[in-house]
């Protein structure tokens, strides 16, 4: 039997690549979109339902599929205002991860970042640490929180000080052994690809650390 997903964050650039890949992937008949704006020249298995993400729960009827890929972000330039990032990073997450469970949803996969941590002074990881935490309070069967490093790919959006550092952390990689593993770049195909996998397979783990993530991508 043919599968639905769902996938939150499809016009961002990791997003994009999940949508890409479970379009080709015939393993999916349907695809459900949930974003602010339409994108054009999808194929038949592609619905969209377009609103303002902040009131997801207006789509409670139409928040169903087997599973949820939620790659929802923003950056501190796009969203300088605090009250409002969180209500991006935070609430969009949570809410759809408690979509999930009211409409038994087993499979729900989060994008965080490495560092998360609800306990940190650092705004940006207190609040990954808060969704992961909140996410997981559902107690969704499959869930999978994946932290990865900086992620690598090309953007249509200019993040100069992002590229600044991809370049420095390219430089260095082969020095990234050991423990070091973690802060490896992860290309955004690759996250995607794991994702996939994850949703596919049986995993142990719970949260997906950047060297798993590259594991995980690269074999699937």
């Known amino acids: 039997m ?31 979109l ?3 704006s339409k994108i054009e020249g999808l194929p038949d298995k592609v619905q969209q339902f377009i609103s303002d993400l902040l009131e997801l729960n207006q789509f409670k009827t139409d928040f169903t ?3 949820v890929y939620c790659c929802i972000g923003t950056t501190a330039k796009k969203t300088p205002d605090k009250t409002l990032y969180k209500k991006i990073d935070f609430g969009i997450p949570v809410a759809a991860a408690k979509l999930s469970k009211e409409n038994n949803i087993s499979t729900f ?37 994946l932290r990865p490093s900086l992620i690598g790919g090309d953007r249509q959006e200019t993040r100069l000080l992002e590229k600044i550092g991809l370049v420095i952390f390219k430089v260095i990689q082969p020095l990234f052994i050991g423990k070091l593993k ?14 996939i996998g994850l949703a596919n397979t049986k995993y142990s783990e719970v949260i997906i650390t950047s060297e798993h993530i590259n594991k995980l991508g690269n074999n699937a």
């Open 2 to 32: 043919k599968k639905t997903a769902i996938i939150l964050g499809a016009s961002g650039l990791t997003g994009g690549f999940v949508l890409q890949k479970l379009i080709e992937d015939e393993r999916y008949d349907t695809i459900k």
């Open 109 to 145: 996969l989060v994008i965080s970042a490495m560092g998360a941590n609800k306990n940190s002074t650092v705004f940006y990881n207190k609040t990954k640490g808060e969704m992961e935490n909140s996410v997981l309070k559902q107690q969704i069967k499959n869930t999978y929180v």
């Open 65 to 67: 599929a087997d599973e």
């Open 182 to 195: 973690k802060y490896k770049i992860v290309n955004a195909e690759t996250i995607a690809q794991a994702m």
């Open 34 to 36: 949930f974003s602010r």
